[in-house]
């Protein structure tokens, strides 16, 4: 026979303003769906010593209550990696604009390893503004992501309330991206791009015409430098699908230089620089709205 266990959770404003059933799923990984779901109707889950809803939207200071089997209380224990060399170009009461270095991984899905995630969370436990034990699920996260061999500005939310404004600020293409790029060749005129993509495993396939499964990528491009055999140039994105620049310059027959994945033959490390993030006007109170290199 399984042991019961009465397991008490209270509500920190990280965890408010989101439905009971999806909290529960975040914090008990190991709660299956139809358990949670037949405790709910059951009231062996109480919010507030009363009967709960799957779908109501918990509050700070709530308290849920469970009693359910011990096995499936389990809480994933979060660590931290005292590695905290970032570089912040930015930062206020919620977000972190930070600077990530080309090499580095976004986020890692293989608890342990060096990322930008980690090294955030790092350098925020070290501050004090955010220590594991008194979270029950939440963390400190980025917002958007760059590839390992892309440098630039990333966006770090340092609690729930900013990772919900920013990403629905990314949703409603209210956060502007900026990159710098060198190409292969010589890009005499400013180039508005619309072409279509398809991520297939790790290469994205482009289509000058719609086409069943391919998304619309937009951009626009504007060329500002010139060296013997290639153009810098600055790419401002409408859209932000997978490897977008580097899959459409090399359909245009621009290669980023080094890009040996999309066509290029040359030994130089690719260049390509996220160098300026602009915000529009959003809910959440920032001191400035335009970050840059």
């Known amino acids: 026979m399984r042991n019961q266990a009465m397991k008490e959770i209270r509500i920190h404003e990280n ?23 037949k405790a709910i109707r059951n009231k062996k889950i109480k919010v507030n010593r009363k009967r709960a809803d799957f779908a109501q939207i918990l509050q700070p200071d709530d308290v849920i209550l469970l009693f359910l089997p011990d096995d499936v209380l389990v809480q994933k224990e ?22 990530k270095p080309a090499g580095l991984l976004s986020q890692s899905a293989k608890e342990g390893q060096d990322c930008l995630v980690e090294r955030l969370r790092a350098y925020l436990y070290r501050k004090g503004e955010y220590d594991p034990k008194r979270e029950n699920h939440f963390a400190p996260c980025i917002c958007n992501r760059l590839d390992r061999n892309t440098s ?29 790029a ?11 791009v619309t072409l279509y993509l398809k991520k297939i ?18 951009m626009r491009v504007h060329p500002f430098r010139f060296e013997k055999d290639a153009t810098w140039i600055k790419v401002e994105l409408v859209t932000g699908r997978f ?21 290029s033959h040359r030994l130089e490390d690719m260049q390509l620089d996220a160098y300026r993030i602009v915000i529009d ?3 959440m109170e920032m001191e400035q709205n335009e970050f840059k290199k």
């Open 152 to 180: 630039g500005l990333v966006i770090g939310a340092k609690n729930a309330y900013a990772a919900r404004e920013i990403n629905a600020a990314i949703q409603q293409h209210l956060v502007h991206k900026f990159y710098h």
């Open 281 to 283: 006007p959003i809910e």
């Open 201 to 218: 495993d790790t290469i994205a396939k482009v289509s000058a015409q719609p086409r069943e499964g391919y998304v619309k990528a937009q």
């Open 15 to 37: 965890d408010a303003n989101q439905r009971l059933d999806k909290f529960l799923e975040k914090t008990f990984p190991e709660l299956k769906k139809g358990m949670m779901y």
């Open 78 to 99: 979060k660590k931290v990696l005292f590695n905290s060399n970032l570089d912040v170009v930015y930062e206020d009461d919620n977000i972190v604009v930070a600077d």
């Open 243 to 263: 490897h977008q620049i580097r899959a459409c310059m090399a359909f245009l027959g621009f290669p980023l230089v080094g890009d040996r994945k999309y066509g």
């Open 182 to 192: 060198k190409v292969e060749g010589h890009l005499r005129d400013d180039m508005d």
